[in-house]
C-alpha cells in the first residue's frame, strides 16, 4: 500500500479533475444521438487514467535531474531516491500499454486504435516542450483539449462542432492556469536555460496574458452553449467558472506568489467538475423536457 501511495503521489492521481470531467461531458453530448454503452464509458474512464497516468510518470522520469536541481521539486519520488528509475520507466511502460489495449472497448470503432499511438506521442512528448519552446504550456493544453475531442470520436467515430469548442476552453483554460503556475520557476527556469513564458515575459506579463487566456476560456464556453444548444443551466455555470476564474487571478500577484498553489489545484479543480456537472445536469433537463408530456 506504501508503494501504490508513492505512485499516487508520483502522478498527482487527484489532477486527475482536470481533464477528465471534460471528457465526461463531452461523452454525455455525444451520447443525445448516440445509444449509451456501458462499455464506452469504462473506456473512457480507463482511458484517460492510463494515459494521464504514462504522461505524468513520464515527465518525472525526464525531469529528475532538473527537479534535483529545483528547491521546489528536490523532494519529488525520483530526486529523493523515494522511487528508482527502473519501477518508474516500468510503470510508465505498463500504463501506456493499458491506455492503447483499453481502446479496443470503443471496437468496432477503430478511430480509437488508430489514433492511440499519436494521442500517446502528443502526450509524452510534453515532456521535452520546456526545452526548447516558451509555449510549452500551449503544449500541455493541447495534450488536454484531446480529451473532450477523443471522448467524441470514440463514441460516435466522427468530429463535430461541440467537442471542438469544448476542447478550446480546455486548451486556453489550462494554457492559463499553467502560465501561474510556471510563475514558481521563473528565476529558476531563466538561470537553467529552460523555456517558459514567465522565464521569457517576466511575472507580470505572463500573469497578464495568463488572464487573456482564461478570457478566451469564457468567450469559448459561451460559443459551446450555442453550438451545442444548452439551457439556462449551463449559463448560470458559465457566470460561475467565470466568477472563479476572476477570482483565480486575485491569488496571485507578481510581488506575491504564496498562493500559486490554492489557486492552480483547488480553484481549477471547482471549475472542471462543476462546469461537467452543471453541463450534464443541464443536458439531462434538456431532454427530460424534450420528452415529457408537456413539451
Known sequence: MSTIQ????????????????????????????????????LGILLCMVFARSAAMAFNRLVDRDIDADNPRTAARHLPAGLLSVRAVTAFTVVCSAGFVLT???????????????????????????????????????????LSPVAAWIAIRGELSWPPVMLAAVVFFWVGGFDII????????????????????????????????????????????????????????????????????????????LSRVNQAFFQVNAAVSVGLCAIGILDVWLGQWWASSPAA
Open 103 to 145: 481502446t479496443l472497448l470503443f471496437l468496432p470503432n477503430r478511430w480509437p486504435v488508430m489514433l492511440s499511438l499519436p494521442v500517446l506521442g502528443v502526450l509524452l512528448g510534453y515532456s521535452y516542450a520546456k526545452r526548447f519552446t516558451a509555449a510549452c504550456h500551449y503544449w500541455l493544453s493541447a495534450a488536454l483539449m
Open 181 to 256: 503556475y510556471a510563475t514558481q520557476d521563473a528565476a529558476f527556469d531563466r538561470e537553467r536555460g529552460l523555456f517558459s513564458l514567465p522565464a521569457r515575459l517576466g511575472v507580470r506579463r505572463s500573469l497578464r496574458l495568463a488572464a487573456l487566456s482564461h478570457l478566451a476560456a469564457v468567450i469559448c464556453l459561451a460559443g459551446l452553449w450555442r453550438v451545442a444548444d444548452l439551457g439556462l443551466l449551463y449559463l448560470a455555470g458559465l457566470a460561475l467558472v467565470s466568477a472563479l476564474l476572476a477570482y483565480e487571478h486575485t491569488l496571485v500577484r507578481e510581488d506575491d
Open 6 to 41: 508513492k505512485f499516487l503521489e508520483l502522478i498527482r492521481f487527484s489532477h486527475t479533475v482536470f481533464a477528465l470531467p471534460f471528457a465526461l461531458f463531452s461523452a454525455v453530448l455525444a451520447w443525445r444521438e448516440t445509444p449509451f454503452r456501458t462499455q464506452d464509458l
